[in-house]
C-alpha cells in the first residue's frame, strides 16, 4: 500500500521503516530539515537498536524515501499517519497545534480518498476536531476517514515492539477504513482492537497512566520497606507471581521519567478535570515519582555528608538503558540538585552523552564507567545499562575515593556490595555499611 507518515521522530520514523519493511511503498516528512538530511544520508536521528539496518535496508529496496515537503507525503499515501509531537503545555495539557497543523495541510492538499490516521499520544476527542479542521478546509471532490491507531512502543525496543506489539488499536468509524488498516497491518501478528475513535484516544492514555501508577505503587512500597526493614526485591518477586499482578513494572527505583509517562499521566489528569473528574489516583502517581527523586538525593546527602565540593560519579543519563532519549530523565533532577549543592559531577553513559551535552553544563563527560569514578566521593547509578552490571568492583573501588555506591536502579545484589566492602545504598533495601 502507499503510505505517508508526517513527523519523523521516535514513532514516526519507527512505523515508517517498519511499515517499508512488511512491504508497503513508504515516504515519512518531518519538518526538521537537518533531520530529514541526515536521514537521506543514513544518519539517524534518534539511538534505537536495529533502526539504522531496517533504515537502510528500505531505502536501499527503494521503499523508503524522506522528505521534508509534507504535500509529497499527502500525495503519495493512501493511508497518511500523523506521527508529530505532542507535548506538554506549561500547565500539563496536551499541545495539539502540531496536530492541528498538519491536518489543515493535509485537508488543503488531499485529493481523492484517504485514510487520516493520528498516532500521537492526544486526548479523548481529538479524532472530532482533526475531523473538523479537515471538513472544513477539504478540497472539492475529495474524502477521508479519521481513523486513532495509538502508539505503544516502549523506545529501547521500538522496531521489536512495532513489529511484534502486545495489540493493535484501531478506533475508526467506517468499514472502508477499517478494512485499510486491517489490511495494512495483514503481517503482523497481534490482537487486534476494533474500536470507536474516543475508545481508541483513551486506550492510550489510560495504558500509560496505569504503568506510571504501577511504578510508584512499587515504589511507595519501598519507602515502607525501607523504614521497616523489608526488601522490596523479594516483595515485588512474592507478588509478581500473582498473575492478577504480573512482574513488569514492578521495579523500585528513582521513578519514571522519558517523553511519555510524565506528560501522558499530567494530561490525564487535565483531560478528567475538564470533564469535571478530579483524578486523585493519578495526581498520587505524579508526586510520588517527584518524590522518589527527592529522596534520593538526600540518600546521598546522607552518604557523603556535606556535598559542596564532592565529586560525584554518574552512571546513566538516559531515563532508561537502550536510549538516548534524555527527556524528563531523572538524572537531570539528580545532577541539577547536586550542582546546587557544590558537587562536581562526571559522568558516563553509552549513548546518551551527546544529547546530555546540550542539558548540562559543566559536567565532565567520561569515556567509560572507571573513567567516571576516578577520584570520585561516591559512584551513583541512574540508569540500568547491562554494561554497569558486569563491571569490575576490586577496579571501582581502587578508583573511587571512597567506597560508596548509591544504586537508583537496584542493579547489584546486597552480598556482592558486602562481599567488595562498599558502602551501598540502594531503593527500599537495607543499606550496607563499608567496615
Ligand atoms: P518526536 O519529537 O521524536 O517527533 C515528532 C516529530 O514531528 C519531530 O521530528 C518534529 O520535527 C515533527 N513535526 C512537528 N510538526 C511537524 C509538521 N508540521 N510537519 C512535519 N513534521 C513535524 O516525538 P515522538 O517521541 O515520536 O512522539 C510523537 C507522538 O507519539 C507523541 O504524541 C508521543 O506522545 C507519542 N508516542 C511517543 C512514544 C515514544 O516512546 N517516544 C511512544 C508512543 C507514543
Known sequence: MNVGVIGA????????????????????????????????????????????????????????????DNKQVIAHGDIIFI???????????????????????IAQS????????????????????????????????ADFDVVSNPEFLREGSAIKDTLEPDRIVIGAESEKAIEAMKRLYGPIKAPLIVTDIKSAEMIKHASNAFLATKISFINSVARICELSGADVEKVAEGMGYDKRIGKAFLNAGIGFGGSCFPKDSQAFIKIAEKYGYDY???????????????????????????ANGKT????????????????????????????????EIKAYDPVAMEKAKDIFKNVEFCNDAYEASKGADALLILTE???????????????????????GRNIYSLDEMQKYGFTYVSIGRKPILAD
Not at 512488511?22 to 544520508?41: H, S
Not at 506521527?83 to 495541510?105: D, F, I, M, R, S
Not at 508526586?287 to 557523603?304: M, S
Open 110 to 141: 488531499m485529493k481523492g480518498y484517504k485514510v487520516i490516521v493520528h498516532k500521537s499520544t492526544v486526548p479523548v476527542e481529538t479524532g472530532e476536531k482533526v475531523k473538523e479542521i479537515i471538513r472544513r478546509n477539504i478540497n472539492k471532490g
Open 9 to 68: 521522530g521516535y514513532v514516526g520514523l519507527c512505523t515508517a521503516a517498519v511499515l517499508a519493511e512488511l512491504g508497503n511503498d513508504v515516504i515519512a516528512a518531518d519538518a526538521d530539515k537537518g533531520k530529514i538530511d541526515g536521514l537521506n544520508k543514513g544518519i539517524m536521528p534518534i539511538y534505537e537498536p536495529g533502526l539504522k539496518e531496517l533504515v537502510e535496508r528500505n531505502v536501499k529496496e527503494k521503499r523508503l524515501a524522506f522528505t521534508h
Open 385 to 407: 545499562w547491562n554494561e554497569f552490571k558486569e563491571l569490575d568492583f576490586k577496579k571501582i573501588k581502587s578508583l573511587l575515593k571512597a567506597p560508596i555506591v548509591i544504586d
Open 83 to 105: 506521527c508529530v509531537g505532542t507535548p506538554p503545555k506549561e500547565n500539563w495539557e496536551v499541545e495539539l497545534k502540531y496536530v492541528e497543523a498538519v491536518a489543515l495541510e
Open 312 to 343: 560525584i560519579g554518574v552512571l546513566g543519563l538516559s531515563f532508561k538503558p537502550n536510549t538516548d532519549d534524555m527527556r524528563f530523565a531523572p538524572s537531570v533532577y539528580i545532577i541539577n540538585e547536586l550542582q546546587k549543592l557544590g558537587a
Open 280 to 306: 486523585q489516583l493519578l495526581k498520587a502517581t505524579n508526586e510520588i515519582n517527584g518524590e522518589q527523586k527527592k529522596d534520593f538525593v538526600d540518600k546521598i546527602k546522607k552518604a557523603v555528608g556535606n
